[in-house]
């Protein structure tokens, strides 16, 4: 690693406030910072500390109208970039300083091919021919370890996985070579497998050009793994700086102390509670899913005749009993989401799933309002499955009015200590969803599936965006609700160490189809399918000491679910390998 | 011949603009203002008239003879008349274009007009082919026998359906021979692209030397009558066929200049309101007489630019047998209350009256309406289009009273009688029928008809009289309120030459094409 | 592609059938009776029932409209009662004018609506804005006889630029096609500026400008795509509208479109004209909506034609 | 256990605020404010217009035309002039509000309401009901709206609200496309799922979290609608179906005079002046709606 100690960007005293409807207040407080060029800076720290909105006011791309810079320099080398004009600050953008933003679902645009938006930026800053700007795109796609790099410029985003996106959202970053590059939580979307490659690939690309990175995760994995110096953010300050190996040595300041003991870790004992015994025997399981199938039909031909198949979900049976954790794992795309709203009876399916005792299918209405009493879903993006347009405030209690329990003043009370249980704040209440940061809004789904004491929560991906300490919050949450009240969770999860933490049982998907589960112990401690063991090894240690060398990576591209009619997907028998541990057959 | 103005010159084109679509130039349908006067200058029947005027003069038919009881009518032949497509017209095609228009599979519209030829019931019945009272003497004479004497024969040999067809274009284009027409007149057809523009050619082996003046002429159709008097003024266009629009009426007498191009002539035409006399109140005679005396025909001629005078009777002043001696009722509010209260209605009651909805007619009826309302009638106005009006007036229960105007009578020939049958007789006041006032008066039906075996052209002004005595009980009975004449206002290029009366020709409307010539050929 | 058309087509047939179906008989109920006006003022009521048994009037309806449509499938509109004429030739003779008109007329306002809309939104809240939705306003609330009146006194009267109506060349099309296209630039503006500000807040303006693109390339190249989309969507009922709009400019440039003949048709309840013209107008609708339908993967790539 | 960390209060609180009422935030705003008075003034002139005014709206006076026929201009006894029949123009305007109010603004409503239900209805619900009601706006759209007029003029006694009728019945149905394709697109958005998930009915999910994305929609399509409705009604009355002379409205008075535009300019400019006061003065109002409704934009003065 180089070390030159020659400083690029400099933050003096930088405040942002947002302008409220009544009146302004600070998200940033007076933050100061120096990077070094080829240094990689982490930026972690609690969620809504105003980390993406210090990204956003280096590149001068502050939300508008809300959000303004209220005092404080930013120096780009010499340049003030807070007195620069639009015009001028557009040459800074893309060439010297380049985003990678939170959401690499929104951030490409739908309509313009892959290559038109790597090529535009290339030629805006560049002086190349269409041809050679082409070419430079190639190269990117190719540096990113995109396959068919040349085919993928005549795609469009929506053709592409979200891990594909972020390294194409990468890529763009890196046409250019600039000498800073922001990525604000650049992995959080994507599974361990392809979070691997991601990271590997930064650190590749900043050893090759020597580009100062400027990295925002609230993952310690990652920090651990990535940076070179760390800051702590919290409340919109500066609570902590330094280097790596000192932060995760000796932490200075109590948060980060706090931070830092709250990270799970894989299997270690941290917060690791004793593993239950499956409590196979007990009649009355929560759920009990058997055999579930969900297609999704593609229609084409003259008359829409079903041409073609989605098998996302290919037979796939568990059950969860009261009190019991299950967490599903997988790859991005192997139907976990889809098994998922199955349950929540937001898909069609074929199959049995017997919740409380009652099949899914052949409901009446109030039968079903009352099943959907009892099993709640907290859904992977937590900004789209909220309704924008609504104070969380209300989209919590609204759960609780549809289902007539309680007063108007008994709601908000109830909403109140809701909002106090998962680490938000009452006068939050009145806020609306955009307002908050991406953990924010988590917090405010997780309540929302609270709010009527389910006997099931379904939880998708939903404690992968809030930074570690308010995910030893919530999952701390979720155990005390587990033993209040005896709920059940499906937990769907990237997150190894996590799902290590707080599940009882494991089952991992492929393709639609489970390959392995078993009690946690038996699939960590002994994990007997190849995939299982991959994924395992993917996860990041946060232990700077501990870097691994390279990412174990997943070369070949994931097969497709997609099906053309009559091909059904072979079927894979599950074995028992001893109590209880069912593995299928590699093939 | 005699009618050929001294001063024409001979050649030149002009172009003559229209709002509306020229359906068909076949003769035994055409029925348009538009066409009506194209067919004229593509056709030629057995009468026409002395151009600018109403006179009837032979016009194929050499010299024709009546016999002492009116009922046999015998017409020589014009010999060496030729069709445009080369071939010579003889009475063969004169007896063909009869039966072809009386033929209900023609579907012509002026099929009744020809009632009084023997064996047109059996035609028009579809049990025999030719008409029985049409016959070919020799190639050159044709004689008509007529069930009863009909004084207005000779003006029915002299309109559009009457126009002499040859017989092999006509099966040769079959329902299209109105796109095709194929005549003896003055001009042919050279072009017609639907919807845009109509060009007629001079017709060289016209039989009347020295007619016509003009080369050519060109219909443009679809124009907005405001943009065509903009053309006009830029001297794009020769004639407003749809006359000067009233938004454009006080601007163009305003200037001189104009004004001196504008020509103002008489029209048969008559506008008025009928009154449904079998529906109460208006069974009430005197209540009729009221309404008749609650207008203010002077207001409603203002409204109107003063393009009219008032009227006082159904005929036009410039029909014959039109009765100058007849005050008719008089504008008088008092009179028309005290009458209404006689009958029954002190305070007065409420009514629809009907109107077409193209402008100036709902700013009549408004006037109207506001008139009645000064004697205690409350008119709501229903402003519909045409089709719909004629539908509710021939709706026994549909229409208490009608504004004529839009719809109203511009007749198909000039004849005293032809403002009575279809809208005043007991043959009109029948479901989808015209007499849109149900007036029927036996009586007076018995008396038209005597009117009209007056067939001796000698004993024309006791015919006349007749009429007008018709027309006096008719305003005794007062089943109209008529309001006014209307004049024809119209407009021509400073290089259109010909006598003023052309261009407000009674018969050819707007103008008489084969008479009006053009001043700048050398 | 192939497929989906296909199957919009049979979809659009049923529509059309629908649409026949229900003037046939909204036509049928009218109480104006075609056969008098056929047979003239002085027609015995003998001749009238003539008349009508020729035409077949004197049928059940259901016979009348099954008639109808075995002669439709061969390209048959009937004839017109008053002109008399094969009402398919009418139509043929005339379509080509209006299809000219409305091409002019969707150009202009797409060409003045999306550029107005656009810079509004880009401009929002300033007085440029301000002023081009005013504009806008006045463009969709001022009589179109009125504006085409005018269109023509100013820059065919005065300024002799263009023909006084009538039809031919690219010059006689200008004002029609303004005249026509200032109504629907008023909606297009409006609906652009709409769609196009809830564009320029999406995330991926903010990867474009974080790219360092120019003003210019971030307005065309990524938010009007995405904006555009919604009035795309608008091509279907703009024909509509349009054909509500094309008598009167029709009539006031003299332009021989269908327009005046379904105005005229109207007027005297010219049934076979009627029911052709609805057909023609109906099927222009439909493939409109069609057409929009098509385009719109061209621009969004992840909608599909299904 | 309890939680190690407290929750994160915010720098600088904000104040629990009371929720600011729409109108209060609405009547903040110079714009629509100006919106609110000139509506109110529409409104006022047509309720108050025998007050307003001496003179009779249909009265044809003596003295209000010349003597060749022709209207006056404006003057001190005619402020805005006399029609072609010499009534005042001013009093025709202000009793044309009663009818041009209800046109632009019921029956433009009714048709937004009606459009609006059917597009949001067809576009939640797929299967036959979505795939019915579309096909049947598909049909309406194809169907000319002038032919259903007329045959509803031959069908009922023409009336003011027989042609508010019509309009709706034949503007709904763009509306209705328009919502239909934004309905269908928020309906794949996640937060219905999750509205689902909780238990809540069609109603709810339509009515409070699907209708408020769609109000700029709406909001454009009714605004504009009012100028085409209130000129629609002047057609419709021209056939024979709506308020017939010599009742006035806005669109009639413009309808009757248009040909007059050079000869009696006033005519065709008062009318005209009034639609577009109104329609702007609504635009106003609905695009400070729009803002105030739509919480991403709060921050914007
Ligand atoms: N558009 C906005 N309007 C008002 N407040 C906002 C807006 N966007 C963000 N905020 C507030 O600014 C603060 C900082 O947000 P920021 O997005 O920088 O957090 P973060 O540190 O990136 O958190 P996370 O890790 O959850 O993404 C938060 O309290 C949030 O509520
Ligand atoms: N509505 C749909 N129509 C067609 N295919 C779908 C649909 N929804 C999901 N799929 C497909 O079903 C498969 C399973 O998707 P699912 O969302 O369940 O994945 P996942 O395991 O949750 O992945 P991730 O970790 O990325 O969320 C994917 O191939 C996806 O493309
Ligand atoms: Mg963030
Ligand atoms: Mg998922």
Redesign the interface.
Known sequence: MTSTPETILTIANLCVSVRGEEGSREVVSNLSLTLKRGETLCIAGESGSGKSMTALAIMQLLPQPAARISAGTIHLGATELTALDERRMRHIRGDRIAMIFQEPMTSLNPVLSIGRQLTESIEAHTSLSPAEARQRAIEALKAVRISEAESRLRQFPHELSGGMRQRVMIAMALALEPDVLIADEPTTALDVTVQGEVLELLRDLQQKHGTSVILITHDMGVVAEMADRVIIMRHGRMVEEGKTSDIFARPQAEYTRELLAAVPRIGSGAGRQKSREAEAATPAKVAEVTDLHVRFDLRGGVFGRVTRRVHAVEGVSFSIAPNETLALVGESGCGKSTTAKALAGLVPYSGDIVVGGRNLSGLGRDERKAVRRDVQMIFQDPYASLDPRMRVGDLVAEPLLIHGIASKEERRERVAALFDRVGLSSDQMELYPHEFSGGQRQRVCIARALALRPKLIIADESVSALDVSVQARVLDLLKELQREFGVAYLFISHDMAVVENISDRVAVMYLGQIVEMGTRDQVFSNPRHPYTRRLIEAVPVPDPARRPSRFARLDQEIPSATRRIGEAPLKLALSDVGNGHLVAAEG | EDTVDPNAKQGGAITI?Y???V??L?PA?G?DWQNWSMIKSLFDGLMDYEPGTTNLKPDLAESYEISPDGKTFTFKLRHGVKFHNGREMTAEDVKYSLDRVTN??T???????F?SIKGYDDV???KAETLSGVTVVDPYTVKFELTRPDATFLHVMAINFSHVVPKEEVEKYG??F??HPVGTGAFKLAEW????RIVFERNADYWHKGLPHLDKITF?????P??AL??L??G?IDVPGDGI????F??V?ADPEQKARVVEGGQLHTGYVTMNTTMAPFDNVKVRQAVNMALNKA?II?????RAVPANQPLPPSMPGYDKAYKGYPYDVAKAKALLAEAGHPDGFDTQLFAM?T??N??I???I??DLAAIGIKA?????????V???G??KAGAPMIWSGGMAWIADFPDPSNFY???LGC??A?P?G?NWSWYCNKDLDAKAAEADSVVDPAKAAERDKMWSAIYDKVMEDAPWAPVFNEQRFTMKSARMGGADNLYVDPVHIPINYDNVYVKDVQ | MIAYLGRRLIQSLLILLGVSLITFALLYLL???P??????????????E??RQ?LGLDQPFVVQYWHYLTKLVSGDLG??Y?????VT??IV??LP?SLLLMVGAILCELLIGLSMGLIAAVKRGTATDQTLMVASFIGVSAPQFVVG?LL??VF??RLSWFP????GTWRHLVLPSLTMGILGAGWYARMMRSSMIDVLRQDYVRTARAKGLARGAIIFRHALPNAILPVVAMIGIDIGIFMGGIVVV????????IG??AW?A????DIPIIMGVTLVSAFAIVLGNLLADIIAPFIDPRIKLR | MTSPIAPDLMAGRMPAKPRAGVWRRLVKRRLALLGLVTVAIVVAGAILAPWLTGYDP???M?DG?T????PLPPSAKFWLGTD??GRDLLTRILYGARTSLIIGIVANGVALLIGTLVGVTAGYFRGWIGGALMRFTDLMMAFPALLLA?CL??VFQ?SLWIVAMVIALVNWVQTARVVYTETSSLAEREFIDAERTIGAGAPRILFRHILPHLLPTIIVWGTLGISTTVLLEATL????IGV???TASWGNIIF?NQ??F??APWLVFFPGAAILALALAFNLIGDALRDILDPTQRGRA
């Open positions: 603009t709002k509306d679509d359906a068909t076949d349908i029925y209900p599979k579907q012509s519209p002026g099929a009744g007009f009632g028009a019945a579809g329902a299209d109105g796109k692209t639907l919807g845009q443009e159709i679809g124009q907005e405001i943009v903009l053309r003024q830029k794009e629009p009233p938004a454009k006080q601007e007498m207001r203002q409204i109107i630019n003063g909805n402008d100036p709902p700013r009826a408004q006037a309406q506001q709501s106005i229903q402003s519909l289009a045409q089709a719909n004629i539908a509710a021939g709706d049958g279809p809208i043959a009109g029948v989808g015209w | 109480p104006a009776d056969v008098r006006q056929i047979a003239g003022r002085s027609a015995t009521p003998q001749t009238v003539n008349i020729q004839r017109s008053i002109q008399r004429s094969e030739e009418l003779s005339r004018a009146l023509l006194y065919a009267v006084i109506g009538g039809y029709e009539s006031v440039f003299g332009w021989p479109g005046q003949l005229q109207i007027q005297r309840v | 249909n009265e044809q003596f035309l003597i060749e026929g022709s072609l029949l007329i003029a031959a023409p009355s021209f056939l024979g017939q002379p010599p009757e040909t007059y050079q000869a």
